[in-house]
T-cell receptor
Framework: EAGVAQSPRYKIIEKRQSVAFWCNPI?????LYWYQQILGQGPKLLIQ????????DSQLPKDRFSAERLKGVDSTLKIQPAKLEDSAVYLCASRNTGQGLNTEAFFGQGTRLTVV | DAKTTQPNSMESNEEEPVHLPCNHS???????IHWYRQLPSQGPEYVIH???SNVNNRMASLAIAEDRKSSTLILHRATLRDAAVYYCILRGYSGGSNYKLTFGKGTLLTVNP
């Protein structure tokens, strides 16, 4: 089966600019996660969707970050305005909740954002 | 979320077994133990998970202590392709059929040829 697709793979922007990342999860996967991974650290959950509803966004910096999953399939994550500390890899993952509570999450390759 | 403690790094030789430890002394009775690994420049990938009993799959084995306060991921014969950061995660419950994965820093495994 096709994996989780993310684009772009790389992005360089200046601070205070805006940027958007796109994620296409595995077909049929109701749960979608966005993670931020700063160099040398483990991924940090930003937001979790179940279909088009938000399950957990407790660690999303809502003053500058936003995410949506309008039709319960693709998702976009936006940063506006970007700060230097937003430089990181942004990972999207999806999971098939219809097969039980312990199904694995599948991750995309991520988008590497550099803010200069 | 209950926390896990892993060594920052470990080293192994190719074709030898590797035992990656994880301590999770605050684990609750319903927490599942998940392991993921992250190859260089890739997103994390699932390795194995378990609750109480030891588990085996094509990638690895998971040995869980009787008191569940620690577990060990076992790679039976390490290859160069197993060089990665290995994350031990306690599956946190988000409600309904959801869970979230809270990653720590993981263990960087180096495999020597």
């Amino acid at each position: 089966e096709a994996g989780v697709a993310q684009s772009p793979r790389y992005k360089i922007i200046e601070k205070r600019q805006s940027v958007a990342f796109w994620c296409n999860p595995i077909s049929g996967h109701a749960t979608l996660y966005w993670y931020q991974q700063i160099l040398g650290q483990g991924p940090k959950l930003l937001i979790q969707f179940q279909n088009n509803g938000v399950v957990d966004d407790s660690q999303l910096p809502k003053d500058r970050f936003s995410a949506e999953r309008l039709k319960g399939v693709d998702s976009t994550l936006k940063i506006q305005p970007a700060k230097l500390e937003d430089s990181a890899v942004y990972l999207c993952a999806s999971r098939n909740t219809g097969q039980g509570l312990n199904t694995e999450a599948f991750f995309g390759q991520g988008t590497r954002l550099t803010v200069v | 979320d209950a926390k896990t403690t892993q060594p920052n790094s470990m080293e192994s030789n190719e074709e030898e077994p590797v035992h990656l430890p994880c301590n999770h002394s605050t684990i609750s009775g319903t927490d599942y133990i998940h392991w993921y690994r992250q190859l260089p420049s890739q997103g994390p990938e699932y390795v194995i998970h378990g609750l109480t009993s030891n588990v085996n799959n094509r990638m690895a084995s998971l040995a869980i202590a009787e008191d569940r306060k620690s577990s060990t991921l076992i790679l039976h014969r390490a290859t160069l392709r197993d060089a990665a950061v290995y994350y031990c995660i306690l599956r946190g419950y988000s409600g309904g059929s959801n869970y979230k994965l809270t990653f720590g820093k993981g263990t960087l495994l180096t495999v020597n040829p």
